[in-house]
């Protein structure tokens, strides 16, 4: 009795979880929660949001209505108990719905199909019967040619005075459905193997130097496990204009004191070492840094040296006489429209220009302004070029730092999603029982075809299609009584 | 040749294409019904003229800047699918694709007088909310062909569940018998608050200068009438708003005779409604959600940060899955799945403009 009882329980908790009923309580619960935390401002600090339920509940309640909020863990929602834990009874069901119905949709697909008494062909959800004077073989003959040439496979089985052909096509339809609820549990662990055993940090990284640590968002320290070396950071605008077409930085790795790669990086091409990825997601300038100008000179027809200055050094272009001396950098080098004077009007190296003071022999000293992405403002006279390659080593390069074994899951249940939403809904688990006998008994008479069968999905069409083996029939069988 | 010549003739035609489409509801004339076909048709091949003049423009754009990059890589970088205006553009080219593919296949136009005004509402929407229509050069985050794709089968998608949201309103006034029933007060208020919304734009967009035009969205949205800084007007306008609404409940079962006298039938709505589906979930799960995770994760090293636009899209996912699973396995029907039918594309318009114009509004999310 008490075995009996404790045995329903199972049985009713195994079916809430495994029902729809759950699944689309689930849905609407999910999907209205998500609401709130694309409101609220996520993991943002409290004066912002409570800047923000001020416009909704007035000045004097929004601290207390926080201070609600975020016990409710509106704040971090994504993560909060309540939410991982809907997320939780969301896998809960789909695993035990899955576990729970297959079994049914393997037998059937697993079992083979058998041939139906004429009078339950009438019965199923498309039926057709049609009339051909003509002999039983003949008529068989044609509907062989026709669900041959459109791939259905069929058997044959045989009576006194009928024939029938039953077939199908498109058996593994019915595992659409469940390749779309498995993809969806391996992106769900996918996510968890990244959250338990990945990282995600930030690095940012002067020109010229080396780290083997990243940093996590609260501050802690990442272990590399090896180093890398930032050799440049470099923005490239669209020529005319400061829009940004790539930021480009070019890092080397360094393990075991050897240099074992180089790359240089953009947005959407990031660096991949032992399972560690370095992408490009920010960068600027070091605050005070002092770096190194590095210049390619070429005389008139000669060949190009390329020079690494400090600022105020100097140099001097082989064979000419010229000398020259870096006496100024502005970043982003603009005229005062007001005052006529040369000055920088931004932070960022978005048009850095060196001043390099010249002495030619036979002219007056002069200073004249050489930038870096207009490479016309280097041409000396006698036909001498200066070409401002860099200032080496007063940027950073900001780089993301990510580690994600469980990236693997997400892209394999991606392709399987993408695969199961396929089959599910373009491909139908077709069934057709065709029934050929003679009208009376001993092979006389005219055939009477009886056609029945069902699908998984969409019937008009299939209807269509049973009406079109029909009519290709006709045609052929009478084709062939011409002869 | 100018492309935006060939978008004017084209709007043009898709609205002269609804109008001329309600006149054979109203007429039922088989001419009027062929004008109707043949102005969107025209249209249709003006915009496709129109995109593939931009494309091939942006092209000349994107290679003037580098000249290293190869044809395959260049046409996928200048594809007109990168800023708000050009992904609208191409919604409406889809919504129009798969209209006109309906129209053929059930061999009957009255739909069309619910899916033309969605493209013509978008179009309208382009044109007042001031969206930058200058081929912009693409920043480097964009510069990757998941993007591109994300894009295009994304807004296949959406374009596929305007469909069905066009055949679920047809839908909901068809099966009405009386104003009282819930469904359709629902129906009015949606319907009503789309035309209320453009119409106000509408408003802003006249009472403003062609320089302030460009800034609609961001600062001046809806500020002539509802956010008026005057109490009065916002007052007002809510009164007018709400009179709209009853005036659109009072009268809209009217186009339940006029369906109905063109062989329209529930049977039809519901079939094209769940169809489109079919087709738009695919789309926007492998689209939308997968090809944006991939991006992502290419791009910033992650593929899921809940930040409002990918919430916002999980939530648009989660109510066309409930969708599937209340038809297919608890097996819901008619007025009940209509209404997740429309309420999925609000949720979309809501991803792909209310993130942007409301959420980001609130406070200072980036205009992604
Ligand atoms: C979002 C995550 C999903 C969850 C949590 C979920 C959950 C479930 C559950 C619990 C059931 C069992 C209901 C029952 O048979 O009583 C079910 C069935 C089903 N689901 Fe999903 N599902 C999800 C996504 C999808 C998607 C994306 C599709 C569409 C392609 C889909 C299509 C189906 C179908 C067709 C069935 C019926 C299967 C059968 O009974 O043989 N599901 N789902």
Known sequence: MEEKEKKDIFESVWSFLASVKLAIGVFIIIAFSSIIGTIVEQQAEPAKNIALLAKFFGDSAAPSVYNVFAKLGFMDMYRSWWFVSFLIIFSINLIVCTIDKFPKTWRLVKNPLRPLPENVLKTLPVKKEIKFKTHINTAKDEFVNILNSSRYKFLESNEENSVQLYSQKGKFARFGFYIVHVSIILILIGAIIGSRFGFGGFLNLPEGQISDMAFAQDGKTIPLGFSILCNWYDTKYYEGTDTPMKFQSELTVIDNGKEVMKKTIEVNTPLKYKGITFFQSSYGMIPNAVGTFILDITPNGGQTTTLQLRPGGSFEIPGTGIRGTVVNFLPALTQDRNTGALVSYADNMVNPGVAIQFSIPGMQPFTGWVLKRYPETGALPGGHLIKFADYHGVEYTGLQVSKDPGVMFIYIGSILMAIGLFVAFFISHKKIWINLAHESQGGKGPVRVTVGGNTSRNRLAFEKEIEHILSKASEAIEGRSKK | ?368
Request: overall charge positive; hydrophobic content about 55%; proline content about 2%.
């Open chain 2, 1 to 368: 040749m100018s492309s935006s010549l060939f978008f004017d003739i084209s709007a043009g035609a898709y609205i002269a294409g609804m109008i001329v489409y309600v006149i054979y509801l109203v007429t039922k004339s088989k001419t009027v019904g062929l004008a109707a076909t043949s102005v969107t048709i025209f249209g249709f091949v003006c915009q496709t003229i129109a995109f593939l003049t931009r494309w091939s423009h942006s092209y000349d754009f994107w290679v003037a800047s580098n000249p290293t990059s190869g044809l395959v890589e260049s046409l996928l970088r200048a594809a007109p699918l990168r800023n708000l205006y050009e992904s609208l553009i191409f919604f409406v080219w889809s919504l129009i694709v798969i209209h006109l593919l309906i129209e053929f296949k059930y061999k009957n136009r009255s739909l069309g007088a619910f899916v033309t005004p969605v493209a013509a509402l978008a179009l309208l929407f382009i044109d007042i909310s001031g969206t930058t229509k200058e081929i912009q050069p693409l920043m480097p985050a964009l510069q990757s062909n998941w993007l591109l794709f994300h894009v295009l089968l994304a807004f296949l998608g959406y374009a596929a569940f305007g469909v069905s949201f066009g055949a679920a309103t047809a839908y909901i006034i068809m099966i009405t018998e009386s104003r009282k029933e819930k469904t359709y007060i629902f129906w009015s208020i949606i319907i009503g608050i789309f035309l209320v919304v453009l119409i106000a734009m509408g408003m802003d967009f006249l009472s403003l200068s062609a320089e302030e035009r460009k800034e609609l969205i961001q600062s001046h949205f809806l500020k002539t009438t509802f956010r008026s800084d005057s109490g009065g007007v916002a007052a007002a306008s809510y009164v007018i708003g709400i009179a709209a609404i009853y005036l659109i409940w009072q009268f809209g079962l009217g186009l339940k005779k006029v369906l109905g006298s063109l062989a329209v039938t529930p049977q039809m709505l519901e079939d094209i409604e769940y169809k489109s589906i079919a087709i738009g979930f695919p789309l926007f799960t492998i689209g939308g959600l997968i090809m944006g995770a991939i991006w992502a994760n290419s791009a910033w090293g992650k593929y899921w940060s809940w930040d409002p636009k990918e919430t916002w899209s999980l939530i648009t996912w989660f109510v066309y899955a409930l969708y599937i699973h209340a038809r297919f396995v608890a097996g819901w029907r008619g007025k009940r799945v209509a209404i997740l039918a429309v309420v999925g594309f609000v949720a979309v318009i809501f991803t792909y403009l209310g993130v942007n114009l409301v959420l980001s509004g609130l406070h200072s999310y980036g205009s992604g």
